[in-house]
């Protein structure tokens, strides 16, 4: 699947976002190795914090369906630069994204780039910070 694709699948997912407070709608797309996608939108709420952006209602999904090896994932929205994820879905990223997971930011007007999880967010807070004597086996 071509990142133009895969942003194609996260325009249609955009379509669904529930956004009735910021009526910015996202759309994000979620490509397992084995070709399977994913899709996301935001779902806001009227307390504001619970709000779930796109992409993490994608990688969300697939988790929970028990996938865990992905290949790439695709956040499109109407912006005049490219949409790029916030700072706790790159926290989610730097959870499940190997190095090689293409992040592709995309807007509505055909424009994207693209990134990986340690260029969106180095030395990120990960696993390895909790081994050893850390870890409170119950
Ligand atoms: N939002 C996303 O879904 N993904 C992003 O990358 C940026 C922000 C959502 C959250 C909220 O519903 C709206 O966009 C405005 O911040």
């Known amino acids: 699947?071509?990142?133009?694709?895969?942003i194609?699948?996260?325009?249609?997912?955009?379509?669904?976002a529930?956004?009735?407070y910021s009526s910015f709608k996202v759309g994000a797309a979620l490509l397992t190795r084995d070709e399977k996608v994913y899709r996301g939108c935001n779902i806001e709420n009227a307390a504001f914090s619970p709000t779930n952006c796109a992409e993490r209602t994608a990688i969300f999904k697939a988790i929970s369906e028990g996938e865990r090896a992905f290949a790439a994932l695709a956040v499109v929205a109407d912006?005049?630069?490219?949409?790029r994820p916030c700072g706790v879905c790159r926290q989610v990223?730097?959870?499940?994204f190997s190095s090689d997971v293409l992040i592709i930011m995309a807007n509505q007007a055909g424009k994207w780039e693209t990134a990986t999880v340690e260029e969106l967010l180095p030395g990120a807070f990960g696993p390895a910070e909790?081994?050893?004597d850390r870890i409170q086996h119950a």
């Open 1 to 6: 699947m071509t990142p133009k694709d895969l």
């Open 8 to 16: 194609a699948q996260a325009l249609e997912a955009r379509e669904m």
């Open 18 to 20: 529930y956004a009735p």
């Open 79 to 83: 912006t005049t630069d490219v949409c």
């Open 93 to 96: 990223m730097a959870e499940f």
């Open 130 to 132: 909790l081994d050893g």
